[in-house]
């Protein structure tokens, strides 16, 4: 069986595989027993006199049976192992159910057996591989023209390697998904193999694959149904802004609003100046902890697909800060990029400002860093991503749009979509289309994943702990 990485790694004896079941022949067995359960199921109710007076304490047992043994044939067509975990606790739950029985609680008892069902064929989770930082780091460096390649490097993401480790995929996993953000890293001539690789790997775990920010030039590598063992539907969500670093110049009626951003702040003493975040001192470190705090929803980290973590540990490297003060030298705002393409690419991880901060903060700051990729010969520049810049620019929108538009807005207290891509759009820099491809019979399954895994606040560390990646 193909693991999630090549590299050796210890797994608990609850994490273990027991019972492999993605074979044709536990397949038709599930099948037969879901059959003859509902057989009898329906003989019973027939026998009990339905509809005129059914007898329901007769017909719950099988009722309650038919329910087991659903919930395991639906694992097994799922292809999902059992661990000695799965099997472990679903014994303490036919235990306790028994006991439950002899102390004639059977409705507690029935729903214990219908739990332990479940319980045996849950999906199992791949471990997050932060020791694997480095190496993907170096991947990352030889990736090119891909803006999101850096957020592929994430403490809690789950990688898989081909076997020479030239080329990678970045994925976590939740609720019998993996879930890849953005697109393979590395070598690009190995991302077929790769893909096939991945996809018989998450097969053998029973996992299910969904894509969430692939680009437009990597949809063919998830376009065959048979290797992946389903098809996905590409559904497009946004686009990469991406600046032209040695055409970017500013001038014409088009940029007036970038250029009267930067005038305010020049106007109002702002300096600004970029430090490696591996050489922050405690002291400066301290001061950007406070800005990060302050902005809002600082004290928490989320996000998954377009995102770094670990802000100001200096756990990667290639980041780079760019921090605005004002006229008393006090810290405003900070930009964190990295680097990517040995170089040739720049992207903006993540903007923090302090409440009042003058405005044009942000202007300044990209623009300053545009300036600085200009002079090391840097290509692109990545601002962030795009989402759904469509709805957003259209004037008279249908009553579909208009839908989605609000349904957006639902999502505001965790990041104003709009006012980020009104931000964004003074640039002039939309670039190509990003998807997410998921299986349409999925759809409520798999938007609870990646809502939960984009969206779910994790509290941010505020010291550097060990060494960086």
Same mark, same amino acid.
């Given at each position: 069986?193909?693991?999630?990485?090549?590299?050796?790694?210890?797994?608990?004896?609850?994490?273990?595989?027991?019972?492999?079941?993605?074979?044709?022949?536990?397949?038709?067995?599930?099948?037969?027993?879901?059959?003859?359960?509902?057989?009898?199921?329906?003989?019973?109710?027939?026998?009990?006199?339905?509809?005129?007076?059914?007898?329901?304490?007769?017909?719950?047992?099988?009722?309650?049976?038919?329910?087991?043994?659903?919930?395991?044939?639906?694992?097994?067509?799922?292809?999902?192992?059992?661990?000695?975990?799965?099997?472990?606790?679903?014994?303490?739950?036919?235990?306790?159910?028994?006991?439950?029985?002899?102390?004639?609680?059977?409705?507690?008892?029935?729903?214990?057996?219908?739990?332990?069902?479940?319980?045996?064929?849950?999906?199992?989770?791949?471990?997050?591989?932060?020791?694997?930082?480095?190496?993907?780091?170096?991947?990352?460096?030889?990736?090119?023209?891909?803006?999101?390649?850096?957020?592929?490097?994430?403490?809690?993401?789950?990688?898989?390697?081909?076997?020479?480790?030239?080329?990678?995929?970045?994925?976590?996993?939740?609720?019998?998904?993996?879930?890849?953000?953005?697109?393979?890293?590395?070598?690009?001539? *190995?991302?077929?193999?790769? &893909?096939?690789?991945?996809?018989?790997?998450?097969?053998?775990?029973?996992?299910?694959?969904?894509?969430?920010?692939?680009?437009?030039?990597?949809?063919?590598?998830?376009?065959?149904?048979?290797?992946?063992?389903?098809?996905?539907?590409?559904?497009?969500?946004?686009?990469?802004?991406?600046?032209? &670093?040695?055409?970017?110049?500013?001038?014409?009626?088009?940029?007036?609003?970038?250029?009267?951003?930067?005038?305010?702040?020049?106007?109002?003493? &702002?300096?600004?100046?970029?430090?490696?975040?591996?050489?922050?001192?405690?002291?400066? *470190?301290?001061?950007?902890?406070?800005?990060?705090?302050?902005?809002?929803?600082?004290?928490?980290?989320?996000?998954?697909?377009?995102?770094?973590?670990?802000?100001?540990?200096?756990?990667?490297?290639?980041?780079?800060?760019?921090?605005?003060?004002?006229?008393?030298?006090?810290?405003?705002? %900070?930009?964190?990029?990295?680097?990517?393409?040995?170089?040739?690419?720049?992207?903006?991880?993540?903007?923090?400002?302090?409440?009042?901060?003058?405005?044009?903060?942000?202007?300044?700051?990209?623009?300053?860093?545009?300036?600085?990729? *200009?002079?090391?010969?840097?290509?692109?520049?990545?601002?962030?991503?795009?989402?759904?810049?469509?709805?957003?620019?259209?004037?008279?929108?249908? *009553?579909?749009?208009?839908?989605?538009?609000?349904?957006?807005?639902?999502?505001?207290?965790?990041?104003?979509?709009?006012?980020?891509?009104?931000?964004?759009?003074? %640039?002039?820099?939309?670039?190509?289309?990003?998807?997410?491809? &998921?299986?349409?019979?999925?759809?409520?399954?798999?938007?609870?994943?990646?809502?939960?895994?984009? %969206?779910?606040?994790?509290?941010?560390?505020?010291?550097?702990?060990?060494?960086?990646?």
């Amino acid at each position: 069986m193909l693991e999630p990485s090549a590299a050796t790694t210890h797994v608990r004896i609850a994490e273990r595989i027991a019972v492999h079941s993605d074979s044709r022949p536990a397949r038709l067995v599930s099948a037969a027993a879901v059959l003859l359960v509902a057989g009898w199921l329906v003989l019973l109710v027939a026998h009990s006199g339905y509809p005129k007076q059914p007898d329901f304490d007769e017909i719950l047992w099988p009722l309650t049976v038919l329910l087991c043994v659903g919930f395991i044939a639906r694992g097994i067509f799922l292809g999902r192992p059992v661990t000695y975990g799965h099997a472990a606790w679903a014994g303490v739950s036919v235990l306790v159910a028994l006991g439950a029985g002899v102390l004639q609680f059977e409705h507690a008892g029935d729903a214990l057996v219908v739990a332990a069902g479940l319980i045996l064929m849950w999906p199992t989770s791949a471990p997050a591989q932060p020791e694997a930082l480095a190496e993907v780091g170096a991947l990352v460096d030889r990736t090119g023209d891909d803006p999101l390649a850096a957020f592929a490097m994430h403490s809690l993401k789950s990688y898989y390697f081909n076997a020479d480790r030239t080329a990678a995929i970045a994925y976590r996993t939740r609720a019998g998904f993996a879930v890849v953000g953005g697109d393979p890293i590395g070598d690009e001539s *190995r991302f077929p193999s790769l &893909v096939q690789e991945f996809a018989a790997m998450c097969r053998s775990h029973g996992w299910r694959i969904a894509i969430l920010g692939c680009s437009e030039r990597r949809l063919s590598l998830w376009g065959d149904p048979h290797s992946l063992g389903h098809s996905l539907r590409a559904i497009a969500v946004g686009r990469d802004v991406v600046v032209d &670093v040695q055409a970017f110049d500013m001038v014409g009626r088009k940029y007036r609003n970038l250029r009267q951003g930067m005038q305010r702040t020049h106007n109002a003493g &702002v300096t600004t100046e970029i430090v490696d975040e591996r050489g922050l001192d405690g002291g400066l *470190r301290a001061e950007l902890q406070q800005v990060m705090e302050l902005s809002h929803g600082g004290r928490f980290e989320r996000g998954f697909s377009m995102i770094l973590d670990g802000a100001l540990l200096g756990r990667y490297a290639g980041i780079r800060l760019i921090i605005a003060r004002d006229d008393r030298g006090v810290v405003q705002g %900070f930009h964190r990029y990295a680097t990517t393409g040995g170089g040739t690419d720049i992207s903006l991880d993540v903007p923090w400002r302090r409440p009042g901060a003058p405005n044009g903060i942000d202007e300044r700051l990209t623009i300053d860093m545009i300036a600085l990729a *200009r002079t090391e010969g840097a290509r692109r520049l990545s601002l962030a991503f795009a989402a759904f810049p469509e709805i957003f620019a259209e004037q008279d929108r249908t *009553r579909v749009q208009e839908l989605c538009y609000s349904a957006i807005h639902v999502l505001d207290p965790l990041i104003a979509l709009e006012s980020l891509y009104r931000y964004l759009r003074k %640039f002039h820099a939309l670039g190509d289309r990003r998807y997410v491809l &998921v299986q349409m019979s999925t759809v409520p399954l798999v938007a609870f994943a990646l809502l939960s895994l984009e %969206f779910t606040p994790r509290l941010r560390p505020k010291t550097a702990a060990g060494a960086p990646a």
